[in-house]
């Protein structure tokens, strides 16, 4: 009898949750959900339509994994800026039962690629190449990755099913946001400079809201991809094209790079943070390592007492911050070419020493904090997010960048899609800061076949052997420390989990030495007073788009999508 009033209640909370959920109709006609609840399942994603297409899977009986895929490829098609083809990422799933594994579908470096491939005669960095060249394309993971996921773990064995939304979206086109539009604007010259043929993404009037974005020759190649699978994009004609493309513009990238990628299956990095089991993405990320040394830094303290944005804790997490990103600058790269000391990174005894010296009234200069030491093993080292979960509780988070907005802005001559620049996530020259201001070291300098160290942190958190949060975001180097503030948000501060997205963020990386924090979020008198502790603080705009989801008291989950973008949660009911 309890049972079945509890059964009730929890549906008509769920019900009424669903309808009051914030819903913003865009002149568009596309309905943004910023938040929603079912235990039906849903996907959050930085798109309405792509949302939408990985709902209708799972309605067709498909888990989050078909959900996946086809949001993967409707991103690559309605949110050109990330989404893509052309890119990589990393993915961590945990099944119904309660098992995590993750995949890593990082780009490479190209075979010929070497460690002063950005640099002139002098030793010098040449600005951009690796960043705006077709020197910067890493050998892209995705589609791989797609493949892997696929006949691994999809319910509805049905590819054409997946990959048939992103192929009509493109086809027909859709009609672009205002974010959409500007971004567009803002990256022409761009375009223009790299691609000296036509391509959709440039016209010769300005973008606006509402206008229809077409990429015919993308849906043709999403089609090859359909009719001919993985081999299509790394061994048939997509993959000459590809090649052609970069080839003509004095890059790398050979038929070779592309027929030898492989995705790799990695453990998770996982720990433990009040009770809470967190399971994020292994080396090549950097995401997981952090996130949970910075979590084991924390632990220790009352944070809630402390409150929420308080000067002695943005002051703490600020410290913690500061010591994590050194190591990373120095232990962290791809674990088949570095030895990277994880166990040691995240042990206790370690982490608790890296705080030793820790002043709560007193900022330590960063020049003064360097990487902690410690014994190597012996012989023997513009993103987008996707947060999706099923009815039976299969969760899938993944975190996929093209790295800059769009990319390197080269679009592949006759098969419409964005290639990457990852290869700026190197560390092109040793002390040289990449275009998130992140610092590098030998531990991720260019090698061939190896992947670039990344911050992407798509992380599943526990709790009772139950699925606590999925949650992931992009950001460059902010990533960590805004997937960090949304966890000790919800379990620290005991947010509503929409305010846990939605409050304002701020982030330090050891280097520059210096805070950044979301504009307006801090007053003048805290900003005062934390410059008088010692910390050097600078106002920006956006940190992080969080996608969200967490489970509630009554068992069923609801989805946050950041108020940062155009995200948006679509559920199934
Ligand atoms: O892998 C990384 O860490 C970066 N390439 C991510 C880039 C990113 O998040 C850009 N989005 N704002």
Redesign the pocket.
């Known amino acids: 009898m309890r049972f079945k009033f509890t059964l009730l209640l929890a549906l008509i909370l769920s019900v009424l949750l669903t309808d009051c959920s914030s819903t913003i109709s865009d002149k568009l006609g596309y309905n943004i959900h910023k938040k929603a609840v079912s235990s039906m399942g849903m996907v959050v994603s930085a798109h309405p339509l792509a949302s939408e297409v990985g709902t209708n899977i799972l309605k067709q009986g498909g888990n989050a994994i078909d959900a996946a895929i086809a949001v993967q490829l409707a991103l690559a098609v309605v949110y050109p800026a ?1 989404g893509n083809i052309g890119g990589g990422g990393f993915m961590v799933f945990t099944d119904q039962k309660g098992q995590t594994v993750t995949l890593d579908f ?1 780009e490479k470096a190209p075979s010929a690629a070497n460690r002063d491939l950005y640099l002139d005669s002098k030793g010098d960095v040449i600005e951009g190449l690796s960043t705006s060249s077709h020197l910067a394309v890493g050998v892209p993971g995705t589609v791989d990755g797609i493949f892997t996921i696929f006949e691994k773990y999809s319910k509805l064995k049905n590819f054409d099913l997946l990959i048939k939304p992103a192929i009509e979206l493109a086809a027909n086109g859709y009609k672009i946001t205002a974010e959409e539009a500007n971004d567009l604007n803002y990256s022409e010259s761009e375009f223009k400079r790299l691609n000296k043929y036509a391509i959709p993404f440039v016209r010769s009037t300005a973008w606006k809201q509402g206008d229809v974005l077409k990429q015919t020759d993308l849906a043709e190649t999403l089609q090859r991809i359909m009719n001919n699978g993985r081999s299509e994009f790394y061994e048939g004609k997509t993959a000459e094209m590809l090649v052609k493309c970069i080839s003509e513009n004095k890059g790398i990238i050979t038929l070779d790079d592309l027929k030898k990628y492989k995705s790799v299956w990695r453990k998770p990095i996982a720990g433990h943070y009040r009770g809470y089991t967190i399971l994020s993405m292994a080396p090549p ?3 997981g390592v952090l996130l949970l040394q910075m979590l084991k830094m924390l632990e220790p303290y009352d944070l809630k007492t402390m409150g929420f944005q308080s000067k002695q804790y943005i002051h703490l997490l600020t410290e913690v911050q500061r010591r994590s990103y050194a190591d990373r600058s120095v232990y962290l790269g791809d674990p088949a070419f570095v030895k990277i000391p994880v166990h040691q990174l995240l042990d206790s005894m370690y982490l608790l020493s890296r705080m030793r010296n820790f002043n709560p009234l007193r900022a330590i200069p960063s020049k003064l904090i360097s990487a902690g030491t410690m014994p190597l093993p012996h012989e023997s080292e ?3 997010h996707i947060s999706i979960i099923d009815k039976d509780g299969n969760a899938v988070s993944i ?1 996929t ?5 769009y990319g390197s802005n080269i679009v592949v001559n006759g098969a419409g899609f964005i290639l ?1 620049n ?1 290869m ?2 190197f560390s092109i020259k040793p002390g040289n800061l990449n275009q ?1 201001g992140l610092i590098g070291a030998e531990a991720n300098a260019i090698q061939p076949g190896k992947r ?5 942190t798509p992380t599943v958190v526990m709790k009772d052997g139950k699925i606590f949060a999925v949650v992931g ?7 960590i420390t805004t997937v960090l503030q949304v966890l000790v948000n919800l379990i620290d501060h005991k947010m509503d989990p929409y305010d846990a997205v939605q409050a304002g963020r701020f982030h330090s990386q050891w280097l520059p030495d210096k805070i950044y924090v979301e504009n307006g979020l801090w007053s003048k008198q805290l900003t005062r007073q934390l410059e008088e502790m010692g910390h050097a603080i600078e106002s920006r705009t956006d940190i ?2 969080v996608e969200a989801i967490v489970r509630n008291m009554d068992g069923t989950y609801i989805g946050i999508a950041d108020k940062r973008g155009d995200d948006d949660v679509e559920v199934v009911k």
């Open positions: 990330a990082r990320s950097s995401g513009e993103t987008t975190t960048t093209l790295n800059s907005s990457n990852e700026d996530d998130y670039m160290l990344s911050s992407m975001s992009p950001g460059g180097s902010t990533i992080g788009r």
